[in-house]
Structures are given as C-alpha cells and as structure tokens.
C-alpha cells in the first residue's frame, strides 16, 4: 500500500509540471494583458507600460515561466498581480471554502443519490421506480445557475429562512457555516444526485440478478440482509468510481455556484483571474485543483481494496 | 476673647459630599451620554459593489471599484463638490500666485493619519513625490518643478510654466492625488498601507468576499461644510464599521438587498427596478449621467479611414432605439460631450447627433464608392449595454447597406483588441469618469498620444492644447465648443447617450446620496 502511494504521488509530479506549462503557455496565446486591465481602457501607452514594469511584463513569458518555477521549488507560488497578497494565501484563503461547499455538495449527493437509486431498483418498474427516474432527469437537465437563483428567490427572499448568499466560516459560527452551505450545496449536488442514482439504480439491478444473490433470497435471508450484506458491497466499487468523478466534478464545477450566491472560493478566484489575465493566479490555482483532483484519483484506488478485498494494487488482482 | 471660628468638620464633609455627588452625576451623565451616542452608530452598514478592485492604491488605478473603497481611506487637498466645482478638502486655503507659476496651500491643522500622527507638509511632499513616480496620471504634476515646504502647516508647488487648468487637473478624481504619510513614499504602485485621514480606516480585505473598513475616532468632519458635498463636505459616520461586498452577480445583489443583507447595492439592473419600484420596503435612487455611451472610430483601417463612410455611420443611427434597447430605458439623449447644469455644456455638432437617416447614409455610401467592406465592431459581454448597443447599432448599419461583423470579447480581450489599430472600426465603450471630471479629461482620448481613433488630428491636438491654456472659464468654454464641434464633424466618437446608472437601498437607510462613488458618510439606519 505505501509502495502504491509512493509510486502514484512520483508519477503524479510530471503530470502536474505539465499542466502548469500547458496553462501558462495556453495563458500567453490569450490575447488580453493584465496591465491594461489595472490601468484601464483609456490609459496611455505610457500609463501602460508603467504598469507592466512595475508588474514585471515587460521580461520575457520564459524568464517569467523560469522565475516561477524557481519560486516553487522554494515553496513558493508567486505574487499575484491584481490581489495585493502572495498566490498562497489567496489559494489557502479560498481552497477550504471550495472544499466544504464541494464536500457538502458531496455528502449530499452520496446521501440522498445513493439509497433512492438503490430504492428505484428493489422498487423496479414500479411507481417509485419510476418518480426517482424523474427526480433525476430532472437533476441532470435543470442548469444548476438557474436553480440556485430561484433556490435564493425561495428560500432567501420569499421565505427567508435560509441566507440569500454569502458564507460564513465555521470558525465564526458552525450553524450559520452551515447555513450557508445549504442552498449552494443544493444548487451544486442536484446534477450529481440524478447521475449518481441512475449508476446506482443500474448497477444495483444488475447485482440483483446474479445467482449469489438468487441464492440468498431462496435460503429465506430477510430483504434488508441480502441487499445490506451482500448486494450492496458489489454495487460499491462503480459507485465509488462516480463518486470520485463527481467530487472532481463538483470541485470543478464551483464557479459557476460560488458566482451565483457570492462564496469566496477556489473557482471564483480562478475565473476571477482568467478574466483579468492574473497569470500566478491561474498558474498556482491550477497546479492546487490539479493536485486535488490527483490526490482524489489515489484515494478512490486506495477505498477499492478496502471494499472489495479482492483488489490488489500490486499487479495481482 | 474673641475666637476665629473654626472650621466646622461635620460642616465641611457635607460641602465635600456635595461635590462629590457632583462629580458623579457629570460623570455618569458623561458616560451615558457617550454610551447613547455609541448606541446611535449602528454597528455595520453592508454595501454590495459589483466588480472587486483591481487594487486600493489610489495612484494605481482609473478603476471605479477602487475609488468607491479608497476615497473613503484617502483625501485629497483639494477635490470637487456636488456641483463639480473645485474646493479644498485637506487644504484650508489655497492662493494662485499672480503670475500662475506657484501654488500656496495651507494645511488644516490637526487632521490626523489612522495611524495617529498628525498630517503635515513632509506628507504632502512624500506624497507628491510619490505620485510623480509610480501614478498613472502622474502627467498631471509634470509641469510642477518643486515641492516646497517653509513650515509644517504649508506646502508650495513651483510650476515650470503657467497652467491655467492646475487646479482643476490636481482635483481630479481619476486617479486622486490622495495624501499617505511620508513613510509610504519609496513604495511601488499598489504596496502601500492603507494609512489615509478619510472617515473611515482600513481593516482588511478579503478578496472575492469583502473589504472591511472601521470607523475612524479621530475623524475630524470639515467645519466649512454643512453636510454631504460632492467628494468633500461634513462627513460622519454613524457605523461602526462598514462592508464593501463583492457581489458580482446582480441577481445575488438584489436578493440580498430585499432579504436585508445588504443595506445599499450598486448597480441594481433596469428588469429588477421595475419589478422593485412599488416595494415599499426599498429605495430606488437615479444616478443620471454615468457615463457617455458610444463607441471609437478608427480613422486609419478601411473603409472608416474616408470620412464620407464615417459621416454615413453618424447619420445612419436611431440614438433613441440605440439607448431604448441598451438601458432598457434608463438614458437621456443629448448632444454634449458635457453634462447639462456643467460650466462647460455646449451643444455644438448637434447637426450630427440623432439623425435616422439610413436614406442619407446609402447616398453617401454611394457617393463613396462603398463596395462591401467590412466594418469590424467590436464589443464586450462584460458590459451588457455595450453588448446590446452594439447588436442595435450592427442591424442600423445593415440596414442602411452596409456590411458589418460583430466580434464580441470579454473585457480584457476587448481592450487588448482596441490596440491593434487594424482590429476593429467602431469600439463600443462608456465614457464615465472622464466626462463627469470636466472637458480636460472627457474626449482627452482623441488627443495625441493617445489618439483612440488611431490616427493622429492635429486640429484637435491644438484645440486641447488652446483648451487647457485658456486664462477664463468662458475662454476655455469657447475652445471646448470647437473642441465638441471638431469631435462631431470628423466622426471621431460616436455619442449614442447619457446612460443613467440605478442603485437602491433598504428603505431605513437614510442621507444616502448617489454620487460618483456610494458614499458612506452621513447615512444613517433608521428604526
């Protein structure tokens, strides 16, 4: 086990200097110039080139790719042009802002995604079966911008039980931290909860027929049994597979829900700094999403062999 | 015999008690009267700004998201009022010498920095020196050849030739000549700390969340003033602290105003404003004159480098269906390149303004020779009204025969674009801070060597050179009429109109005035 995150963590650090090239150089080819945007649209050439001095756009993208390099050698991601702070703390600022939104987001879609899937398939071709398929059409085709704006219409405006936006740290006050993460949580994990139950839904009816289980039911094991401690195990390991793709996805996906209700995150920070060409921004917020979403991948291997021991990571399987 | 009565102790203790009740009764009349006042000052007011800014150094940015935070830290010695005249801010006296070349102003006395020292002529100095350096419009003190300090209370700037419109330029709020203390003046642009003599005093900032300033004790409101006055005036703050958030969303801005998170919002779209209008627990609030809305000509790619071309564009739009559709209403159709009630409005070039004569602009056209070339617009989906303005200006043109693309950016891509002088005919934009900062700044982008149309003019080179030279207003005003006139007749901007910005609040707040940056002072929360 500890050869197996040895070696993925090592083969993980090409992966992810290659990202960081690929998005600094895809950056360069963008037509847009950060000094422009903080000195304005009707500033002079002079005013301009001012600014790029003063930012350090005036040396070449190599020497400027090298000296970043260099700095994260040392640790270090580089200062941003536009946030007045180092490219580290405005990631640490906002990384576990993202990751408790995603890993709400999360929770609920493994809690709610999960047994209503498994529900569908014990309830086959019956009235519940068919009320979860639409629950998760309608998961997947409603665009989750437009759900968190009437989520905060609902209960923000009208109702006024939830906060209309906005995040509050847990460290200031767990129950509005909480609060906070509940309509974004909802916006965020609706996409998710409709896949996940249609994977789960699917492959519980498949592991529903296989003999062991045929076998169980005609020994007179109680439904909740079979399902519980023996269906259930089997469904695990695709359903693991799309929980990981979905944590990534809902990671990914923030920007667009941290926009919508003002959450000071990881995907506002990097499309924040897109659109001004804040070029350590997008760098250093790229190598940390990349970094996560491969420390993810390792982990969703590692709880294979845990759910399924027959599982080797040694080449054996 | 005759004894000196003695003082009577169980006399004198009831004397002493008195006092000391006395003493008391002030001293708790003190207390309470100061913890009724701390009552007053609510605790927080919350405003939700819609774009987060690019930095809080007022030298290092043109940007409206910087000024709305800083001119609360920072002052200036001299600024504008409501009616955008100049008047001294930090400065208590300002003397012009006879001969235009020196610049005398005295410092208030006992204004104090957030750090607690007093503000003197070393910071006024240290500042200058500061702004000469890394400010983007250092232009502006280019001509002053020295600094002079003879006391602590009076600074002296020594011009290297007359400048008729100093004043005026060193007011500007473009890029303010803000007052830091000395210690900040060997800082680059954008690292400085945020240590100004505003009312209200930096906490901190937490990007793509909030920007939190507290209220300043010391705050000293300027006794020349009654109340709120442009930039300058009396200025109280009743919070206790106040909370610029960054809301970029304005669906979100909204919500939060009707559920009471935010107390005021900036920019609150027209749909939402008609939906909100009978909402008695909010206020609606016009801020007219936001910006001039139109678009660069580029005099040098084809086919707008001929003027009959660029003279059929002019002719060919509908202003009033250009700004109906891009503001949904919220505009005012005027000529000027000034605002009506501003010293300086004129209405010459008129004749071109407005005309909706498509008829007129394919005579041209044919009179031109016109063969189909392209004419690249490029505008933003950063700016909806830009968008729009662009798609209604597309189907004009078209319909008056011309053949147009349409190349939409963001932001960023859009100002890079305008650079390359062989990208675009017609740029879509607003002209905001210049106009409403007077006739130097509102079509100074014409001028070389900035020439937004990409081609130099030489007769408006002069006329700009004429304009800021001018020894009288009505000297200066009869220049800008030509200056306007000159803008019209060569199809350097094309006006479309005044765009009126909307804003709102929650229906207790009160003494809010919409200006050019939400000012926090003097509003209080009504119960």
């Known amino acids: 086990m500890a ?21 600094a150089s895809i950056m360069q080819l963008v037509p847009g110039d950060p000094a422009l945007v903080i000195a304005g649209s009707n500033a002079s050439d002079a005013e301009i080139q001012q600014v790029r001095q003063a930012l350090g756009l005036d040396r070449s993208f190599g020497v400027r790719l090298l000296e970043w390099y260099g700095g994260l050698l040392r640790g270090d991601l580089g200062q941003s042009m536009l946030l007045n702070r180092s490219v580290t703390d405005a990631i640490l600022e906002r990384l576990p802002v993202t990751l408790a939104l995603a890993g709400f987001a999360l929770v609920l879609t493994v809690a709610i995604g999960v047994p209503i899937g498994v529900i569908a398939a014990l309830k086959a071709n019956t009235i519940i079966d068919q009320a979860v398929l639409v629950v998760a059409l309608i998961g997947v085709s409603v665009p989750n911008f437009w759900l968190g704006l009437m989520l905060i219409v609902s209960f923000g405006v009208w109702f006024d039980i939830l906060p209309a936006g906005g995040y509050t740290p847990f460290a200031d006050s767990p129950v509005e931290w909480v609060r906070s993460l509940i309509l974004p949580g909802i916006s965020l994990a609706m996409l998710q909860i409709g896949l996940l139950a249609r994977i789960t839904r699917a492959t519980m009816l498949e592991v529903l027929r296989q003999d062991y289980v045929r076998t169980a039911r005609a020994k007179g094991l109680p439904l909740r049994m079979v399902v519980g401690q023996h269906a259930l195990r089997n469904v695990l390991v695709p359903v693991v597979t799309v929980i990981g793709i979905s944590f990534g996805l809902l990671l990914s996906g923030s920007v667009v829900i941290e926009t919508v209700y003002s959450i000071p995150g990881m995907g506002r920070l990097l499309a924040s700094a897109i659109f001004s060409r804040d070029y350590p921004v997008i760098q250093g917020g790229l190598l940390v999403t990349a970094t996560v979403l491969v420390l993810l991948n ?8 845990v759910i399924d021991p027959r599982i080797k990571h040694d080449g054996r399987s | 015999m005759t004894t000196a009565p003695n003082r009577d102790d169980s006399r004198h203790f009831p004397r002493v008690r008195q006092w000391a009740l006395a003493c008391a009764i002030c001293l708790c009349a003190v207390a309470t009267a100061t913890d009724a006042l701390a009552q007053q000052r609510a605790p927080m007011l919350v405003f939700a700004q819609e774009a987060p800014p690019p930095t809080l150094d007022p030298y290092f940015s043109t940007s409206v998201s910087t000024r709305n935070v800083a001119m609360h830290i920072f002052e200036t010695l001299v600024t504008r009022d409501e009616n955008n005249a100049i008047v001294p801010n930090l400065a208590d006296k300002i003397t012009e010498a006879p001969d235009g070349l020196s610049y005398t102003f005295t410092l208030r006395r006992g204004i104090k920095f957030h750090n607690g020292q007093e503000m003197t002529s070393a910071d006024v100095k240290a500042s200058y020196e500061r702004y000469l350096r890394v400010a983007l419009q250092k232009v502006i003190l280019a001509p002053v050849s020295a600094i002079e300090t003879p006391d602590a209370y009076t600074v002296v700037l020594r011009l290297s030739r007359k400048v008729p419109v100093f004043l005026d330029e060193m007011s500007s ?16 642009g954008g690292k400085i700390d945020m240590i100004g003599t505003g009312p209200l005093q930096f906490v901190e900032w937490q990007a793509d969340s909030h920007i939190r300033l507290k209220r300043f004790a010391d705050y000293v409101p300027d006794a020349r003033y009654k109340g709120t006055d442009g930039f300058a005036g009396h200025k109280e703050i009743f919070f206790n602290q106040v909370d610029f958030k960054l809301v970029k969303d304005p669906g979100a801005r909204v919500a939060g105003l009707e559920a009471g998170q935010f107390h005021i919002i900036e920019d609150l779209p027209i749909e939402s404003a008609k939906r909100l209008a009978g909402n008695k627990a909010l206020t609606l609030y016009d801020l007219k004159n936001w910006w001039l809305h139109g678009a660069w000509v580029n005099h040098s790619k084809p086919p707008t480098n001929d003027i009959r071309i660029r003279r059929a564009i002019q002719i060919a739009l509908d202003m009033e269906e250009i700004m109906e559709i891009a503001t949904d209403g919220a505009y005012v159709l005027q000529p000027g390149l000034q ?21 007129g602009a394919r005579k041209l056209l044919a009179e031109a020779g016109y063969k189909g070339e392209e004419i690249v617009i490029i505008t933003n989906s950063s700016y909806q009204t830009m968008y729009k303005a662009a798609q ?11 053949k147009v693309r349409v190349d939409v950016f963001d932001w960023a891509t859009a100002m890079a674009r305008r650079k390359d002088g062989n990208a675009w005919n017609l740029w879509f934009t607003g002209q905001g801070t210049g106009p409403s900062v007077g006739p130097f700044a509102a079509m100074k982008d014409v001028v070389s060597p900035q020439k937004n149309q990409i081609t130099a003019d030489p007769v408006i080179d002069a006329l700009y050179a004429e304009l800021i030279s001018g020894t009288t207003v009505e000297a200066r005003k009869a220049t800008f009429a030509k200056f306007q006139e000159r803008v019209y007749d060569q199809v350097l901007f094309l006006k479309f109109g005044d765009l009126t910005r909307k ?9 809010f005035v919409p200006y050019r940056i939400p000012r926090m002072w003097n509003v209080r929360i009504e119960d």
Do not use: W
Not at chain 1, 298 to 305: F, I, R
Not at chain 2, 392 to 402: D, I, S, Y
């Open chain 2, 392 to 402: 209604v200006v597309a189907e004009q043109l078209k319909g008056a025969g011309f």
């Open chain 2, 173 to 188: 709020f473009v890029t303010p000549l803000a007052i830091l203390p000395a210690s900040q003046r060997d800082r680059e």
């Open chain 2, 339 to 359: 605002y009506p009630g501003n010293p300086y409005y004129v209405t010459t070039g008129a004749q071109y303004y407005n005309k909706k004569d498509p008829a």
């Open chain 2, 503 to 511: 804003q709102a609040s929650r229906a207790n707040v009160k003494g």
């Open chain 1, 298 to 305: 390792l982990v969703v291997d590692l709880l294979y062999a």
């Open chain 1, 3 to 23: 050869e197996l995150v040895l070696r993925r963590l090592l083969s993980a650090i090409p992966v992810l200097l290659l990202v960081t090239l690929i998005s």
